[in-house]
């Protein structure tokens, strides 16, 4: 997490840069800010209103990423592996949003019978069926060694 201070990076374009952030959607104009001493945030913007955005808190004992975005996936599994290999978090929790006319809209159903993404243990997992939507909620965390 020093990446995401100003002993470890410059600015906001070297920590994005530094961390691989620059690499998980490809493509995406990235506007980035480095706070002093320490914190992240960046808004990414693809075509058709894409985006993604993270913010990062970088703190001793309670550091915490957020990741979030509208690009739309049949499976999400390789975003999720690319986000997961660029933060290494100890625990993760995912929430996917996905209506009946999105490309996306099976995708709850692959990570349902998922029990291990990427080394990490599901601890938790919720689908909620709306009239328009589904919610996917899971929960993993990383084994400790």
């Known amino acids: 997490m020093e990446i995401f201070t ?12 530094k961390s691989g952030i620059c690499n998980i959607i490809p493509g995406v104009q990235i506007d980035d800010y480095l706070f002093e001493p320490c914190g992240y945030s960046m808004n990414g913007l693809l075509p058709e209103g894409k985006y993604i955005t ?3 808190t970088p703190e ?5 990423v957020s990741f979030e975005s509208n690009v739309p996936q049949e499976s999400y599994n ?4 690319r986000v997961l290999d660029t933060f290494r978090p100890g625990k993760f929790l995912m929430t996917i949003f996905a209506n009946k006319a999105s490309i996306a ?11 291990t993404i990427n080394n ?3 601890q938790d997992h919720q689908t909620c069926v709306f009239k328009e939507y589904h919610l996917t909620y899971s929960y993993f965390t990383r084994p400790v060694i």
């Open 120 to 122: 990490y243990n599901r």
């Open 6 to 17: 100003t002993d470890g990076s410059k600015d906001g374009r070297d920590a994005t840069k």
């Open 54 to 56: 993270i913010h990062i």
């Open 78 to 81: 390789e975003l999720i592996n």
């Open 60 to 64: 001793p004992g309670y550091s915490y």
């Open 105 to 115: 809209r099976e995708s709850h159903k692959g990570i349902e019978d998922k029990r």
